[in-house]
């Protein structure tokens, strides 16, 4: 009988045996693991490797698993729900703007002076940015930013101390 999934205590297997994940380790292990092996005595299978939206068993696909219990696969950057706000400004003080000489920084703040209302409240009164924000999403969509440019954007921030 198979024990109960337990993220970190599992394993995931590609159907070309290649490459088997296991999360205990946080690493790609070998069939022959002890570990590995004393798990499967113990009467659990792995599961097979995740696929992404394409098809395709990737390394991203493993960490779209592994995010929502805190895990991360090694060699993956994950996007933080959330960075502080002094973060957020210095990170887009430190990314040039759409105009020569300017920030983005500078970019935000013209957006956010002409929108006005609730977007100028939380843009001087938010303590934190949450990726999946409205007025983060409507003010990266103003300046014309990818969903993978604000990903950037908040990894980097999640680096500095503030």
Sequence with gaps: MSKPFNPLD???LKPDGASLFGSKHM????????????WIADGSAPTLWPRDEAGQQTDAAMQS?????????PGQTVVPDAVTSAQAKIQCLRTPGAES?????????????????????????????ERS?????????????????????????ATIAA
């Design 10 to 12: 599992w394993y995931w």
């Design 27 to 38: 690493a790609v292990v070998a069939a022959d693991d002890t570990d590995y092996k004393a």
């Design 65 to 73: 698993v592994l995010a929502p219990y805190g895990l991360v696969m």
């Design 101 to 129: 000489g300017k920030t983005l920084l500078d970019d935000i703040t013209a957006a956010v002076q002409a929108d006005g209302g609730e977007v100028e409240i939380w843009f001087t009164e938010a303590r934190t940015w």
């Design 133 to 157: 924000n409205p007025y983060v999403e409507s003010l990266s969509t103003a300046l014309k930013l990818t969903a993978k440019q604000v990903d950037g954007l908040f990894i980097a921030a």
